[in-house]
């Protein structure tokens, strides 16, 4: 069964570093979404991507963040410089229509932790 | 916002036993999810249901919705040890990509 996998499944990095966290979503997939979870909080959602531009984006994601799909299968999520605040695990996930009509599924996650 | 918000909190069942847990949200949805988490682990899509439907059975799971109340029940029968996970409902509105998420309901199922 085709699935969304993720890469790392762990970071760690420094405050003021940037990171890349990575994601394959399921190949017949036109939808991509970044979702992060801090430790003991809600499921956040953070982007939306479609047809090689952001559909729709959260408070959260500000400036520093920024997503693209450099080829046709893999689906990134830059942050710039890192911040303490950033330490959670986030989640990308693909849907085959828009969310109101289909599942998203979700990879297994990226642990990112910032010290 | 939407965001669905899940009752109990917490919930600690013998295995066998029924585990029920319900979620409430707040706006008019399109579609409404849930997901299961495993400690620190990724979400697991169990089932959706769409605004128009009133029950939904996926093999153990069941799931209601009543959308005059803005509620929706996610019921697990004969509970498993592997049951025990996180579970969260997720909502998604007429005009949103996003799913917005509840704090989610922690089922302990005990051997």
């Known amino acids: 069964e085709p699935e969304v996998t993720q890469t790392p499944s762990h970071q760690v990095t420094q405050m003021g570093q940037e990171v890349i966290l990575r994601c394959v979503p399921i190949?017949?997939?036109?939808?991509f979404y970044w979702y992060r979870q801090i430790l003991g909080q809600k499921v956040e959602f953070l982007v939306s991507?479609?047809?090689?531009?952001?559909?729709?984006k959260s408070e959260i994601f500000d400036d520093q963040f920024s997503v693209e799909r450099p080829d046709g299968s893999n689906f990134t999520l830059k942050i710039r410089s890192t911040k303490l605040e950033d330490s959670a695990m986030y989640f990308c996930a693909s849907s085959p229509e828009l969310a109101r009509q289909e599942t998203q599924y979700f990879g297994p996650g990226t642990r990112l932790l910032v010290l | 916002s939407q965001q669905g918000e899940e009752d109990p909190q917490a919930l600690s069942i013998q295995e066998g036993e029924n585990a029920t847990m319900n979620c409430s949200y707040k706006t008019s949805i399109n579609n409404l999810q849930w997901y299961r988490q495993n400690s620190g682990r990724g979400l697991v899509h169990l089932i959706l249901?769409?605004?128009?439907?009133r029950e939904k059975h996926s093999g153990r799971l069941r799931v209601t919705l009543d959308t005059s109340k803005k509620s929706s029940s996610l019921l697990i029968t004969a509970s498993r040890a592997a049951d025990t996970a996180s579970y969260f409902c997720?909502?998604?509105?007429?005009?949103?990509?996003?799913?917005?998420f509840g704090a989610g309901t922690t089922v302990t199922v005990r051997a």
């Open positions: 991507f479609y047809n090689n531009e952001i559909s729709e």
């Open positions: 190949s017949n997939h036109l939808y």
């Open positions: 997720a909502t998604d509105g007429h005009a949103d990509y996003k799913l917005s």
């Open positions: 249901i769409r605004s128009n439907e």
